[in-house]
């Protein structure tokens, strides 16, 4: 009995406590709705200067979830604004006469090249109102600097540090770790560059890997050159100079090689910024995040519209997450947008790696059923590869940016063969029954046969010929033009366009522009597709994923990661049209 009062008294605590925490969670999701609120019905004042800070990962969309990255802790919700927000804000204004002038506060910037291009691009854009645009920062990185450096005067904080030491990746080779514990992972591909598993099956870079990475490095390498000594004034060999050799040690050191203008205090740069918005006491800042609100796109009242279809992150069959490209999701807002007699014309805007083959097969079907009704324009973000070039082919016209990583047009299959762990490790014999010689194709308690072997392989190979044929007959080019330029190669957007992979090169809004005129219209109301999710839903849903994880690391420790890379791998099995693991250039 005493034992039972014990169970009960702990159930009764675990409820209120529970319930407690819950209440917590809703008096800080309603804060943060009054406070977004609020965000909205501020007034932009005269002599305002409109505030941008890139210290996060950009979004492609921002999220109409109010809960958006809700902390339990803090009690706020920070729903980052998306790129399309920021450009379109950037370009509002420009002609907004309330607004004096752009302060830009950059440091670290986690984002790509791909999508800061397209910021920088609507800076300098910016610029030709003639209104000011200034950029301080304490620690700048590289990422942050190639936006700041179109700023008319960029200052730098004199202990802070601006680094610029040029671009390096990184890729970790798990087969010793997987030998370790037990795991084998098999590999069949066709194309020699496709290397999206090759860390899984061998212990260093192979020369192919090595080369298409140096490739489309160094392409984007000598493009972060070029605009930075456009924008400061230098040659390009005069900047790669400062960059190789890593001239730039300190804060002196950055205004001695002209790579910032002065060393300044934040105060000192306020005093500025009043003096250049006209004002004598408060400077009248207003963040991006507040400006974007207020921003309206297109004429609202135009009969014709132009939709943005977002196929964004991972590509997986079914709905998928908002950062992922789910193929019934994204295959519907397509269809969408073709039955809609009042959208004239139909931008597929692509920022994935890539993923499965069905499921890109599927939407790619939709994009070619679209192309025969009204212009299919691509947009390519930062990331365009495999299955995400995969879903482009069909389109009247495809726009990448210069930095956009492409192509990699290839097929691989992976298979687990965890014998080892399964007998030796964990002490489990696997006993089956099975009719069919390749029933068990696949099973994780053995290695593959050479017959199945084969059998994927062909697999493999028959997928991969659909793929460059899907793109030789898109892009109007031949069978063999497209083999030698495909066999999984990343090109960066430079070298896709100049080989044939891609039309133009610009961004989201240069894609718009094309669209318009291929659908023979003045104006028109922008849509973007598809809907975003229940908020509610989502909300509690990422609640329960964080929880998830934030016991696991607590379990795991700094092993976590391993788990991760784990995980990772079980969801690649089966045909994959993908990128690297993560292809993060730093």
């Known amino acids: 009995m005493k034992q039972f009062f014990k169970m009960l008294l702990a159930s009764v605590l675990g409820v209120i406590i529970s319930s407690f925490i819950l209440i917590l969670i809703l008096v800080g999701i309603a804060a943060s709705i009054a406070s977004s609120a609020k965000d909205d019905e501020a007034d932009i004042s005269e002599n305002s200067i409109l505030q941008l800070n890139l210290s996060y990962d950009i979004p492609e969309r921002t999220s109409d979830n109010p809960f ?32 004096k002038g752009i ?70 080779y798990l087969k010793g770790m997987l030998d370790k514990v037990g795991v084998q992972a098999q590999l069949i591909r066709h194309g020699k560059y496709k290397a999206a598993g090759e860390p899984f099956v061998a212990e260093k870079m192979s020369n192919e890997n090595r080369q298409q990475i140096e490739s489309f490095m160094g392409s984007m390498f000598t493009h972060f050159i070029a605009k930075i000594a456009e924008a400061r004034k230098k040659s390009a060999d005069e900047v790669r100079n400062i960059a190789e050799k890593l001239l730039v040690q300190g804060p002196a050191d950055a205004k001695k090689y002209g790579m910032i203008d002065e060393l300044k205090y ?57 950062d992922e490209a789910g193929s019934a999701k994204i295959a519907a807002a397509i269809k969408e947008a073709r039955t809609d007699s009042s959208i004239k014309a139909l931008v597929l805007r692509v920022n994935s790696p890539g993923g499965s083959v069905i499921a890109s097969e599927v939407m790619w079907r939709e994009v070619q059923l679209t192309r025969n009704v009204k212009p299919v324009i691509v947009s390519f973000g930062a990331v365009a590869a495999s299955g995400g070039y995969y879903i482009a082919t069909p389109a009247n016209v495809i726009v990448a940016e210069p930095n956009t990583i ?136 990422s609640l329960s994923g964080e929880v998830s994880a934030y016991w696991l690391k607590q379990q795991l420790g700094t092993e976590y990661i391993y788990y991760k890379q784990l995980q990772q791998l079980k969801n690649k099995q089966g045909l994959q049209a993908r990128l690297l693991m993560e292809l993060e250039i730093k």
């Open 68 to 99: 958006g990255n809700f902390d339990p802790i803090s009690m706020e919700s920070k729903n980052p604004i998306g790129l399309h927000d920021i450009v379109k804000s950037i370009k509002y204004a420009s002609t907004d006469d309330r607004i």
């Open 103 to 172: 302060y830009m506060k950059v440091d670290f910037s986690p984002a790509s090249y791909g999508t800061l291009e397209e910021i920088r691009d609507a800076l300098i854009e910016f610029k030709k109102s003639k209104k000011f645009i200034i950029a301080y920062g304490e620690m700048m990185e590289e990422h942050a600097y190639y936006v700041a450096s179109v700023a008319d005067k960029i200052y730098l904080n004199p202990s802070g540090e601006l680094l610029i030491d040029g671009f390096s990746y990184n890729e970790y």
């Open 266 to 322: 934040e105060d000192e740069v306020d005093e500025l910024l009043k003096k250049k918005s006209g004002v004598d006491k408060k400077i009248k800042l207003v963040s991006i995040d507040a400006y974007h609100k207020k921003v309206k796109e297109g004429k609202l009242t135009a009969k014709e519209k132009i939709a943005i279809v977002y196929a964004n992150g991972e590509i997986i069959s079914g709905e998928g997450s908002d």
């Open 406 to 541: 492409t192509g990699s047009i290839g097929v691989f299959g992976m298979l687990l063969n965890a014998e080892k762990l399964i007998k030796d490790k964990l002490g489990i014999n696997v006993e089956k029954v099975k009719f069919g010689e390749f029933a068990d194709l696949g099973s994780p308690d053995r290695p593959l046969t050479e017959a199945e072997k084969a059998i994927v392989q062909k697999m493999v190979d028959h997928t991969y010929v659909d793929f460059v044929n899907k793109v030789a007959k898109g892009r109007n080019l031949r069978y063999e033009q497209v083999d030698s330029i495909a066999e999984g190669r990343v090109w960066s957007g430079v070298d896709a366009k100049r080989i044939g992979l891609v039309d133009e090169l610009g961004g989201l809004d240069k894609a718009l522009a094309i669209a318009k005129q291929k659908a023979g219209i003045d104006e028109y109301r922008l849509i973007q597709l598809p809907e975003q999710k229940d908020p509610i839903e989502t909300f509690f849903k």
